[in-house]
């Protein structure tokens, strides 16, 4: 589905482990979708370079695309607003780009699926200072504090014991916080 990503569930053989509310976005999937018939709306590209088809899922046949209509009837749209996914814009593909943008921020403003779970506390070394959170999405690791690691989507969220586990793991600091 073109400009969403949901948490992962597990899939051992590929060494994926599963992610904060993986689950509950399959369930919701598999509830609204499985035998269902839905129309498919391609947009620049047809297939990415894994041969996936690229398609924005309508429940309902689309006529005019205006906010209302993607609102109600895209299923991309229903993952967004009802906290089961976050926003992953990948050029060309970008006709709802602006549109998801606005509907996972209000996801997150209302607290709704993922975006209600509780952050996971920050880990602490021996000497008792805080952690430092890193958003695997971005490779940027945070202060506890910083606001922009409060707003790291749960399933996104890595804690490391110090500077240095962060940095070795292949993260870079934060330029608002500066870690």
Same mark, same amino acid.
């Given at each position: 589905m073109?400009?969403?990503?949901?948490?992962?569930?597990?899939?051992?053989?590929l060494g994926i482990k599963e992610q904060p509310y993986g689950r509950e976005a399959?369930? !919701? #999937? #598999?509830?609204? *979708?499985?035998?269902?018939?839905?129309? *498919?709306? &391609?947009? #620049? +590209?047809?297939?990415?370079? !894994?041969?996936? &088809? &690229?398609? !924005?899922?309508? *429940? =309902?046949?689309?006529?005019?695309?205006? =906010?209302?209509?993607?609102?109600?009837?895209m299923f991309n749209a229903r993952l967004l607003l009802d906290g089961y996914a976050q926003?992953? #814009?990948? +050029?060309?593909?970008?006709?709802?780009?602006?549109?998801?943008?606005?509907? +996972?921020?209000e996801a997150r403003e209302q607290g709704k699926g993922l975006w209600g779970l509780a952050p996971a506390a920050p880990s602490t070394s021996k000497g008792g200072e805080a952690g430092y959170i890193g958003n695997a999405r971005s490779k940027v690791f945070h202060r506890p504090d910083c606001e922009w690691a409060q707003k790291i989507a749960p399933h996104n969220r890595v804690e490391f014991r110090s500077r240095e586990e962060a940095l070795e793991a292949g993260y870079r600091p934060c330029e608002v916080c500066n870690p």
């Open positions: 073109i400009g969403v990503n949901c948490p992962e569930i597990s899939h051992p053989d399959k369930e !919701y #999937t #598999t509830k609204r *979708l499985l035998g269902k018939k839905v129309w *498919l709306e &391609l947009d #620049t +590209q047809e297939r990415d370079r !894994y041969g996936r &088809l &690229l398609a !924005y899922v309508w *429940l =309902e046949p689309p006529s005019s695309g205006s =906010e209302d209509e993607v609102r109600s009837k926003v992953m #814009t990948v +050029q060309p593909n970008v006709k709802y780009a602006d549109l998801f943008v606005k509907f +996972q921020r």
